[in-house]
């Protein structure tokens, strides 16, 4: 660790707040906000992807599903206002990253340090920007139900959507089947997921690094698990947005 950075380095013992800030301001800081968000934020997206899987089985299960979720009330809306606080907090602290990296190393050698970096780095600032724009439409999507596709926010009897137990019951399936049965959205999603593939593939292997954790022995297991991830979550997310567009999934 340079001598800057150790001065920058969290302590152990109660830090002042101005300490506190001052960490905040720094780069090392900065690195560190990005990396737990993002670890956040990774954390939700494989739990939404393990949730969302269960398309595969009949309807009932994904529709209980998201009625349990509903049904948190306060504790989903701590767990909503926790995941869009790491999302700001992420977004605002890589803009100022990549600004304080730019003004520290100077135009000329952020070009020349890019020939070695991988395409999933030097992108990872616009595939973010792409994925804000997907978080965007996806939330209008599905969430608020304000992009018309087929079956957004239908409720159906019980029965009808798979639940013995309650009588009225948000089909989640027939919104998720009516929504990639257009072509377009699917696309859209595809593409998106495809990013999202490329921003945790490089991501994680980035956050590892923050931690301090990507030592001799561990620098290969981080890049397989960075690349593991990515590509677990692009094919789960694919699969879905497949199986429904061509039918096996109706
Ligand atoms: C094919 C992939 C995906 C499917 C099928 C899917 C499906 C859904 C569904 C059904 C909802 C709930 C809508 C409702 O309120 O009833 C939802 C919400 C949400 N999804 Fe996804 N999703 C996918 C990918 C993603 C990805 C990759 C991310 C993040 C990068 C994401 C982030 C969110 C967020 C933030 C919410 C709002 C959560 C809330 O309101 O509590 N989704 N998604």
Known sequence: MSTAAAADAPSMRAVPPNRLIAFYRSSIGKKWIVALTGLVMVGFVVVHLIGNLQIFLPPAYINAYAAKLKSLGPV???????????????????????????????????????????????????????????????????????????????????????????????NVWKMLVGGFRNPFVSVFYLVSMGLLCMHLSHGVESTVQTLGLRTKPLARPARYLSWGLGWAVFLGNAAIVLAILFGFIK
Do not use: C
Request: hydrophobic share 55%; proline share 3%; no cysteine.
């Open 76 to 170: 989903l809306w701590l767990f909503r206002i926790s995941l869009f606080a790491a999302f700001v907090l992420h977004v605002i602290n890589t803009i100022q990253l990549s600004r304080m990296n730019r003004v520290a190393k100077g135009e000329r050698y952020v070009k020349e340090a890019t020939v070695q970096a991988t395409v999933a780095s030097r992108t990872m600032f616009y595939s973010g920007l792409i994925l804000l724009a997907f978080i965007i439409f996806h939330i209008l999507h599905f969430t608020l139900g304000w992009i018309p596709t087929e079956n957004i926010h239908v409720m159906d009897y019980a029965p009808e959507a798979g639940n013995a137990k309650d009588p009225l019951l948000h």
